[in-house]
């Protein structure tokens, strides 16, 4: 096996949670209604997400562990699309090199499904034929088995299966019409659970208890840019009785689950010089854009996003919540 593709591989998946985001959002790719994770010893030992989604073809099978390999390109419709949604068809070959992956699946219409293992970037056997039910189940197992330092330094189980609960309940409360778990093998009790078609401040509660929903306010707001294309956004923001000694900022710009730092910054600002004594907030929110205005940096994993009119939308967010924040408090 080349090392430099492992090396690669260790790019895009750099800890547990890379894998367990990359997984979550090929489900939601696959129209899911229902995604539960499985992990065992922080994702090291097993990372297991079961779907009931369009599943895999057959045809598919082969070719999952070889990199670009995409089903996705024709509903993207540009490459400046495909450049703004961040690396594609890499995730799963990347596993395939630094985990031991064996993929359950079934399509539409068909008797029985497939299970196939991979191993080093190679499929270990031809596909079997398996009883299965609807959808698709994702087995990583032994991530970085063959990366010894990667192994190192990661030590801490407890920090990467808090990252991992983090990530699925971002996901949860952006997607209400998707129930989603999150649970240790073997454990009874599910440190994440969502029940679709629930209300956004219901799973809000559900996920991160009512001291954050209780204590929410709706914020919207709207504009077009110089040349017209439309920039909207719907979140909540937390008024001054939330209480939280670091902020918590889910933002989802076109469905994708990004960092915008500079957003994230005049928000705290904001929050600063408008309630002195409160604590730093909590943020959910939602943006649309056109797709070509998005430009996700280098590295596939921090998905950290830089917008074009960036200053204008920020400022324009800014003071919708400020105005939100002093109307709140008087
Ligand atoms: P990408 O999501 O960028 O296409 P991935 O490496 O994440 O690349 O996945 C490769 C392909 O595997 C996808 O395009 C899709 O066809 C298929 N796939 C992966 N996971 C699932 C799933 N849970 N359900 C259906 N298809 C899947
Ligand atoms: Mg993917």
Same mark, same amino acid.
């Given at each position: 096996?080349?090392? @430099?593709?492992? #090396?690669?591989? *260790? ?5 547990? /949670? %890379? ?5 979550? +959002? ?76 064996? @993929?359950?699946? #079934?399509?539409? *219409? ?5 299970? /196939? %293992? ?5 499929? +270990? ?206």
């Amino acid at each position: 096996e080349c090392v @430099v593709n492992r #090396i690669a591989a *260790g790019e895009v998946i750099q800890r547990p /949670v %890379s894998a367990v985001k990359e997984l979550v +959002e090929n489900s939601l790719d696959a129209h899911s209604t229902s995604i539960n994770v499985v992990v065992k010893d922080g994702g090291l030992k097993l990372i297991q997400v079961s779907d009931d989604g369009h599943g895999i073809r057959f045809e598919d099978l082969p070719i999952l562990c070889e990199r670009h390999t995409t089903s996705k390109l024709s509903t993207y419709e540009d490459l400046q699309t495909i450049k703004s949604m961040g690396f594609r068809g890499e995730a799963l070959a990347s596993m395939t090199h630094v985990a031991h992956v064996t @993929v359950t699946t #079934i399509t539409k *219409g068909q008797l029985h499904g497939y299970r /196939v %293992s991979y191993k080093d970037g190679v499929m +270990e056997h031809q596909p079997k034929a398996c009883a299965a039910v609807k959808g698709t189940q994702i087995m990583v197992e032994n991530l970085f088995y063959n990366m010894v330092a990667r192994k190192k330094t990661l030590q801490s189980t407890v920090d990467d299966y808090s990252k991992i609960v983090d990530v699925i309940s971002r996901f949860a409360i952006h997607h209400t019409s998707v129930s989603f778990s999150c649970r240790k093998h073997g454990a009874v009790r599910a440190d994440v659970h969502s029940v679709a078609t629930s209300s956004r401040l219901d799973v809000i509660r559900s996920v991160y208890g009512p001291s954050v929903s209780c204590n929410l306010m709706k914020l919207e707001t709207s504009d077009s840019d110089p040349v017209g294309s439309i920039f909207s956004m719907d979140g909540f923001i937390s008024s001054s009785n939330y209480m939280a000694k670091k902020t918590t900022m889910v933002l989802f710009i076109n469905d994708r689950l990004v960092e915008c730092t500079a957003l994230k910054r005049a928000l705290e600002i904001v929050y600063a010089a408008t309630l002195p004594k409160a604590s730093k907030p909590f943020i959910y929110m939602s943006i649309q854009l056109p797709p070509e205005h998005v430009d996700v940096n280098v590295h596939p994993t921090k998905r950290e996003v830089s917008l074009l009119n960036q200053e204008r939308i920020i400022e324009k967010i800014q003071s919708v919540a400020e105005s939100k924040l002093r109307s709140s408090n008087t």
